[in-house]
């Protein structure tokens, strides 16, 4: 029993905190940005909770479908489905619990926040299906990971779907496209080799370019998003660091990633998210 609770932690990445960290973040922006001069620390409580499940739920989906890919692929064949340490049917029971607690807590939302989310969880179960058919998947993964909590949380706020709320979720959209892209690098001999599709496989060579335009996109739609704040210069010069990271992270990628370097660069985004953050949060004054 105590192996099969230990290879369940390790199917949802309990140990690996960054992935619902970077699918809050975005919720956070929305959440600043709609409030502007205070803190609803209800929808925070309410987002870090679902960015959990939900993350952990996508992980174990994705397990269940890729269990024959990632036997293929160094860095995961030691995951529980992979290496035989759960069944199918566990994870599966696994999903289901998991679905059932973050639907629990769309009774807090409106009908709107809860077609979104319903939209959002549904790109996420198929999202697996994507590498397979889809020569960029980071872009369609970006729709569960960056752009449907913000928009659930700014119609949340606001009781409406509107021109800063939409820019929030493209912004995360694109920026989770961009990170995804450097993850992508970790697995590109082993994706290659067994067929997978991915961005870092179609790009080869101009991956830098293509992971510096999703990138500047979303600064760029941050910054148009959140020019009401009364104090957004502050946004601005988070923009402005956000974007030099990435500058330099775009030569990295040029120069060519190697050993551990992708997945490095890959958790840094959850600073650099966090940055961002705190533009919105010192945008607003009276917060600080």
Known sequence: MKGRLSATLD????????GWVLLFLPAGWALLLASPGEVPWKWVAIFLAGSF????AGCVINDIFDRELDRKVARTKGRPLADGRLTVAWALGVFLFLTLLSASLLLFFSWMAIVVAVLGFGSAVVYPLMKRVFPLPQLFMGIPFGATAPLMAWIQLTGRISHPGILLALAGLFWATAYDLIYAVADLPDDRLAGIRSGAVTFGGSLWAVFLFFSALAAFLLGVAGRSLPQSGWLILSLVLF????????????AGLTGEEPLRLFRSHAVLGALVLAGFWTSSPTLV
């Open 53 to 56: 499940l939900t993350r952990s």
């Open 11 to 18: 199917l949802i990445r309990l140990g690996r905190p960054v």
């Open 243 to 254: 974007l030099s990271a990435t500058v330099w992270q775009s030569l990295k990628l040029r």
